[in-house]
């Protein structure tokens, strides 16, 4: 499993919006043991599935906490 590189406490799971979605990304994941936890995205022709957009606005919830801190320390 990898592990961060400011603390020795492994990553369980990595957060990620639409632009890293797609088969090298999760693959990667995949190897390392790490949750995916990046949000999907619909292509052309076919939209999200109910249980997909539930997924993003899950992860959307998750990444809004962490998004506001780094915009608060960028001030």
Do not use: W
């Not at 599935?49 to 780094?70: C, D, G, H, L, S």
């Amino acid at each position: 499993m990898a592990a961060s590189c400011h603390t020795a406490d492994p990553i369980r799971t990595v957060f990620a919006d639409k632009g890293y979605f797609g088969e090298p990304n999760r693959d990667f994941l995949r190897m390392n043991d790490i949750q995916d936890g990046i949000m999907r995205k619909g292509t052309r022709g076919t939209a999200l599935t109910p249980r997909e957009k539930a997924r993003n606005r899950a992860i959307a919830k998750v990444r809004y906490i962490v998004e506001q801190y780094f915009g608060l320390t960028h001030l």
